[in-house]
């Protein structure tokens, strides 16, 4: 998953929030 979330950093930040929540 971390390589998709390299190719889509817009993604990356809400896979983070998401995470956090």
Do not use: I, N, S, T
């Not at 998709?4 to 995470?19: E, K, N, Q, S, V």
Request: charged residues 20%; contains cysteine; glycine residues 4%.
């Amino acid at each position: 998953m971390a390589r998709h979330l390299y190719h889509c950093p817009l993604r990356w930040a809400d896979m983070d929030a998401f995470g956090h929540v």
